[in-house]
C-alpha cells in the first residue's frame, strides 16, 4: 500500500508562517501530480496548491496565491508547502494527495491520499 505521510502542522499565530511536508514511500513519487488540499471546519476540502511531476508547473487557490508556496525535492520523495502571513481561515486539516494525470488532479481528483495534519491558526 502506497503511503503519503504529511508533517510539520501545528498551532501559529495569524500572520506566522509554517511549513507542512509531505513523504511519499514509492519510487512512483517523482512521476506523480501532487497536491496539498485543506479541509476546513464546516467547509468543504479545497485544494490549496499543486504541483506537476516535474515541478516546473503550480497551480493556487486564489485565497492562497501569494501566501503559499509549494514545491517538490523529487530526490527524497518529498513535497512541502510553505505558508507565509497565515489567517485564522487557513485553519484546518491539510491532506497531501498524488495522481499521475494533471486534468484528473486539477478536478481535485487523487488516486493518492495522506491522513492529514491539522493547521491551527490563532488569532
Known amino acids: 500500500q502506497a503511503q503519503l505521510v504529511e508533517s510539520g502542522g501545528g498551532l501559529v499565530q495569524s500572520g506566522g508562517s509554517l511549513r507542512l511536508s509531505c513523504v511519499g514511500s514509492?519510487?512512483?513519487?517523482?512521476?506523480?501530480?501532487l497536491a496539498w488540499i485543506r479541509q476546513a471546519p464546516g467547509k468543504d476540502r479545497e485544494t490549496v496548491a499543486i504541483?506537476?511531476?516535474?515541478?516546473?508547473?503550480?497551480k493556487y487557490a486564489d485565497d492562497v496565491q501569494g501566501r503559499f508556496t509549494i514545491f517538490r525535492d523529487n530526490a527524497k520523495n518529498t513535497v512541502y508547502l510553505q505558508m507565509y502571513m497565515m489567517k485564522p481561515e487557513d485553519t484546518g486539516v491539510y491532506f497531501c494527495?498524488?495522481?499521475?494525470?494533471?486534468?484528473?488532479?486539477?478536478?481535485?481528483?487523487?488516486?493518492?491520499w495522506g491522513q492529514g495534519t491539522q493547521v491551527t491558526v490563532s488569532s
Open positions: 514509492e519510487s512512483w513519487f517523482s512521476d506523480y501530480n
Open positions: 494527495a498524488a495522481d499521475d494525470n494533471w486534468g484528473r488532479a486539477v478536478a481535485g481528483l487523487f488516486g493518492y
Open positions: 504541483v506537476d511531476w516535474s515541478g516546473a508547473n503550480t
